[in-house]
Nanobody
Framework: QVQLVESGGGVVQAGGSLRLSCAASGSIFSINAMGWYRQAPGKQRELVAGITSGGSTNYGDSVKVRFTISIDNAKNTVYLQMNSLQSEDTAVYYC???????????WGQGTQVTVSS
């Protein structure tokens, strides 16, 4: 069984920063990639950022200048540094783990990020 435990969400003022963490544990044979999606009320889940175990990254268009994703392979942990947060970034952020190369295999429970203006 695989578990993803997220931390770091909360309430922040517009222009502020937050750092999300997601640690994977359990029966993990290999990690192809980890990353984050988010879902705001009334909207579809969208990709925020992803990173392969080799360090290749991809970002959603709305965050690529402001957010930075990183991975610690030794700890099976992915981080998302979010700067210059805007009210539009308010959402539940979900961590994912891709073990096959075909997209998310496992999901975290989600962590709320609220940006107040």
């Amino acid at each position: 069984q695989v578990q993803l435990v997220e931390s770091g969400g909360g309430v922040v003022q517009a222009g502020g920063s937050l750092r999300l963490s997601c640690a994977a544990s359990g029966s993990i044979f290999s990690i192809n990639a980890m990353g984050w999606y988010r879902q705001a009320p009334g909207k579809q889940r969208e990709l925020v950022a992803g990173i392969t175990s080799g360090g290749s990254t991809n970002y959603g268009d709305s965050v690529k200048v402001r957010f930075t994703i990183s991975i610690d392979n030794a700890k099976n942990t992915v981080y998302l540094q979010m700067n210059s947060l805007q009210s539009e970034d308010t959402a539940v952020y979900y961590c994912y783990l891709d073990t096959t190369g075909w997209g998310p295999s496992y999901w975290g429970q989600g962590t709320q990020v609220t940006v107040s203006s």
